[in-house]
């Protein structure tokens, strides 16, 4: 056993090493050892030892420690080394089939759109159109193009459909003993925290931890927290370590620090470099016009232009997605999700694989409400490089686990069978109430899960949420919040007699405070 542990251990090490060295910080870490060669303190009998030790004192090593720190967050451990690559990707063989199904459906609904329209996937834009989307370009808001005839290419209820058919083909319907009162809407077996282990996981959150978001609690005064934890908050950013940034944002963020701590978590420090590549990305965008830029057009104006906290926000959303959609570095997370980059073939070239090309160029097609995983970040970032190195990397960590199937804890399948076993579990009347009357739970919390809230809550809500999904590195707060608020609305929801009726009661959900119903829920539940 150890043996097996030390062997995952090398691994680990070697693919952070190998990661590493093509990274711009490698090249940075020689420069600065190179030119510490200069130095009096470097001895050439101690030389190793007093490069380390140079590093250390100016910083680098600290620079050095996030950046393993956030390959270890955001990359799964190595399999074992016999295991396929695609193991990576999703260990179940059915959830990759799934995952494939639906690709070609999304693909489908993509393609006779671009038929029916008769519009090609990308041009080259002529001159004069790349010289007046470079004089608008703070200004995309204005501009009305005629988008009526585009559609989303699907949006979550479709998806949702999709996951309601899964089936493990491991089991016949009638031998899963364990799983057989499951009465939910997803039908496969994955393991998911019960109560105890949820309140064990969020250990933080507990009724005698100070939190933010809670403006009346019994143990601590309110603002004496404040002050300490605001206190806290700016040792945790002087001393640059993403490890404790994360670990401090658990108990949330104050307001003024938040755009720091979470870029220091997600190790973003936009470098001169990092402004050039978002440049290029732009001068990308300028050039060619690509049918999914029209998708994003198209979700923009269904969603944030029609949000009152979001509307002001509509020009930075058209520059983050459209240089989204153009960045091929994207195209890495794929080896860690289960969905697949589509591929595109040149004209007449068809099948032809080196003629193939992903599509879009980052491999991921915005679906009805993508804007929205954007729209929060506005509030904390306005300089248009860094939001959208933020947004990139929230991405590749969390919110592409909302929209592909997989058996990931956090993903979007766990997610939902979680909510609907604590629903189940510990409010079994409402949740056979709302089934009997045609009301599964999940017809209506999908929605905000698929988004992580964004949209439904109030903003300074869905941040202190956020806080939390960034500090334990995992979503599954979003199923504890959606089952919390069917709590919260329990007493409404046990007198509706439809679907319709129930939606009513959760269609407003912005004057709802997050961290009191989370704690009543995960804290004050009888188990």
């Known amino acids: 056993m150890m043996l097996e542990e030390d062997t995952g251990l090398s691994l680990a090490i070697a693919q952070i090493v190998q990661r590493l060295k093509g990274s711009s910080l490698h090249s940075q870490l020689e420069r600065q050892a190179r030119s510490s060669l200069h130095k009096p303190e470097i001895k050439l009998e101690s030389l190793k030892e007093d490069i380390k030790e140079f590093l250390k004192a100016s910083g680098w090593e600290k620079k050095l420690q996030n950046a393993v720190y956030s390959e270890l967050s955001v990359f799964p451990s190595p399999c074992h080394p016999a295991a396929p690559p695609e193991h990576m990707k999703e260990p179940l063989v059915y959830m990759r089939k799934a995952q494939g199904s639906w690709e070609k459906r999304i693909l489908k609904s993509l393609n006779s759109m671009c038929t029916e329209l008769s519009i090609p996937l990308a041009r080259k834009r002529p001159i004069a159109e790349q010289k007046e989307l470079l004089n608008k370009w703070n200004e995309m808001g204005t501009d009305e193009p005629d988008l009526s005839l585009f559609r989303p290419v699907y949006a979550p209820k479709d998806f949702l459909e999709v996951l309601m058919n899964l089936r493990n083909p491991n089991y016949e319907s009638g031998d899963q003993p364990s799983f057989r009162n499951h009465l939910g809407l997803i039908q496969v077996p994955l393991k998911v925290k019960d109560i105890p282990e949820l309140r064990d996981y969020f250990s ?4 005698t931890t100070g939190q933010l978001g809670i403006d009346d609690s019994t143990q601590v005064p309110p603002e004496l927290f404040e002050n300490e934890h605001v206190r806290i908050g700016q040792t ?7 490890a404790a940034a994360q670990q401090y944002v658990r108990q949330g963020c104050p307001t003024a620090l938040r755009a720091e701590l979470w870029a220091l978590i997600l190790n973003i420090s936009n470098q001169p470099e990092d ?6 990305l732009k001068s990308n965008v300028i050039q060619h016009d690509l049918l999914v830029d029209s998708l994003i057009y198209k979700d923009v104006k269904l969603t944030a232009s029609n949000d009152d906290y979001y509307f002001v926000f509509e020009d930075y959303l058209y520059q983050v997605l459209l240089c989204f959609s153009r960045d091929t570095s994207v195209l890495e997370h794929f080896c860690y999700n289960s969905a697949t980059p589509p591929k595109s073939y040149i004209r007449g070239k068809l099948g032809m694989e080196e003629y193939a090309v992903f599509y879009p160029p980052n491999g991921v097609i ?7 995983y954007v729209a929060p970040l506005c ?8 939001l959208y190195q933020i947004f990139r990397e929230m991405y590749v960590r969390f919110f592409f686990r909302l929209h592909a199937i997989s058996s990931h804890p956090s ?9 609907e076993t604590l629903l189940q579990t510990h409010l079994p009347q409402l949740f056979y109430h709302l089934r009997e009357i045609g009301a599964q739970p999940l017809r209506i919390s999908f929605k905000w899960m698929v988004r992580a809230f964004s949209g439904y809550l109030a903003t300074d809500q869905l941040l202190l949420l956020w806080d939390r999904i960034l500090g334990y590195n995992s979503l599954e707060i979003l199923p504890v919040l959606a089952a919390a608020v069917f709590a919260f609305r329990a007493v409404n929801l046990m007198e509706v007699t439809s679907l319709a009726a129930a939606e009513a009661v959760l269609a407003d959900l912005s004057t709802l405070k997050v961290m009191p119903l989370l704690q009543i829920f995960l804290f004050a539940t009888v188990t």
Request: one cysteine or more.
């Open 204 to 207: 933080e959150l507990g009724l």
């Open 236 to 242: 945790v950013l002087a001393e640059q370590d993403s």
């Open 275 to 280: 402004i050039l590549y978002y440049e290029q």
């Open 366 to 372: 915005p679906f009805h409400g993508f804007s929205m």
């Open 379 to 386: 509030f904390l970032y306005h300089e248009p490089s860094k």
């Open 411 to 419: 993903g979007i399948v766990s997610l939902c069978l979680l909510f």
